[in-house]
Every structure is written in structure tokens, then in C-alpha cells.
């Protein structure tokens, strides 16, 4: 068979007409999506899929390392990794962990943490029944997070990468009091770490 044009054009409409035959028309129909504005401004968007027993939750929030008052975003980072540590309602350390996995979120932690120059992003799933209560979760995260003081985040910063079986260890750990440019932050109860 010689490669012509009119095979070659035959070939592609039979290929087009093929596909179309077999396209699922539920891929095809977008999702139902409602929107609300609260009072204070925040847009609420809603997809409804029934087809699974959880919803995912993302909560997406202009700023990013760009608005970072510091130097080169290392504050909005320390935010980023320890947002979902403690709150004022959640003091202890596992305690969100432990709310996370009985609300249906697979392992207790959030799912996804995400900080770039323009803003910072969360999210979780959660099974139906527990919305409610993972809603007040995500705005206690937002409104009264606690943040570790800087030696003890320093300290787990470094830890992977200390030797377990090194004899310099605790001198290591005593000596790990690194004079940060964030040592006068300011937690939300008003004292500085």
C-alpha cells in the first residue's frame, strides 16, 4: 500500500470517528460547583461527587515567601512545616495527629502542605460525617497556631543528620543554640521564642 495523502487522511478521520463512539460522557460533564462568599470575604467553593465517602478539604491563602517581613522566606517556611504541630486548643504534641486519623484522614496528617512565593496552601480529607469538626480543626490551625521555640525546632531540624552512635552527640545537642534572625518572634499568647 503506497503512504498517500488520501490514506493518511482517511486514516485520521476513522481514528477521530473510533474515539468518539467510545467517549464516556460522564468524563465529558464537569462537576456541579457552588459558591458562597462568608461574611468576612472568604470564598467558599463546593463540588459535590458522591460517588466517595470523603471530602476533601483545601484551604488555599494569598501569601506566600514573597510577604515574609524576613529575609528570604525562612519564616513563611518554618510556617509551612509547623502549622498542624500544636494550637492553643491542642497543646500536645500527637494530639491533632490523633484528631486527623479520626476524622478519616489516612496516616493523621495533613495531606497537603505547599508553600511557594504567593501562597500557601492546605488540605485534608475527611470522612462526611466529620466536616464539622475538621472545618473547626483547619480554622483553629489558622487562627491560633503554637509554634515550637526556635532551639527545639532547630534541634529537629538537625537530628536526621546526626550520627545516632556518635560520642559527641549530647555536646552536639548542648551546643545546637543557633542565634537566629527570627529570635524575636513573637508567639500568639505574646511570648517571645
Known amino acids: 500500500m503506497k503512504c498517500t495523502y488520501k490514506n493518511?487522511?482517511?486514516?485520521?478521520?476513522?481514528?477521530?470517528?473510533?474515539?468518539?463512539?467510545?467517549?464516556?460522557?460522564?468524563?465529558?460533564?464537569?462537576?456541579?460547583?457552588?459558591?458562597?462568599?462568608?461574611?468576612?470575604?472568604?470564598?467558599v467553593l463546593f463540588s459535590q461527587n458522591y460517588d466517595?465517602?470523603?471530602?476533601?478539604?483545601?484551604?488555599?491563602?494569598?501569601?506566600?515567601k514573597l510577604d515574609d517581613p524576613q529575609k528570604g522566606g525562612a519564616l513563611a517556611e518554618i510556617v509551612e512545616l509547623s502549622i498542624a504541630e500544636a494550637t492553643e486548643k491542642y497543646?500536645?504534641?500527637g494530639e491533632i495527629k490523633e484528631l486527623m486519623q479520626s476524622f478519616g484522614d489516612d496516616?493523621?496528617?495533613?495531606?497537603?502542605k505547599n508553600i511557594n512565593e504567593y501562597s500557601l496552601e492546605i488540605g485534608s480529607y475527611f470522612l462526611k460525617e466529620d466536616i464539622n469538626p475538621g472545618m473547626e480543626l483547619f480554622a483553629e490551625?489558622?487562627?491560633?497556631?503554637?509554634?515550637p521555640s526556635k532551639d527545639k525546632f532547630w534541634i529537629s531540624l538537625a537530628m536526621p543528620f546526626i550520627p545516632k552512635k556518635n560520642m559527641y552527640n549530647k555536646w552536639f545537642l548542648s551546643?545546637?543554640?543557633?542565634?537566629?534572625?527570627?529570635?524575636?518572634?513573637?508567639?500568639s499568647k505574646g511570648f517571645k521564642t
Open 8 to 43: 493518511i487522511i482517511t486514516i485520521m478521520y476513522s481514528t477521530m470517528l473510533c474515539c468518539s463512539l467510545y467517549a464516556d460522557e460522564n468524563l465529558l460533564q464537569l462537576p456541579n460547583i457552588e459558591e458562597f462568599t462568608l461574611n468576612n470575604g472568604m470564598r
Open 52 to 64: 466517595y465517602p470523603t471530602v476533601y478539604c483545601h484551604v488555599y491563602i494569598n501569601s506566600g
Open 175 to 187: 551546643k545546637l543554640h543557633l542565634n537566629h534572625l527570627y529570635s524575636n518572634i513573637t508567639t
Open 141 to 147: 490551625l489558622l487562627q491560633r497556631p503554637l509554634y
Open 91 to 93: 497543646p500536645k504534641e
Open 107 to 112: 496516616g493523621g496528617r495533613i495531606d497537603h
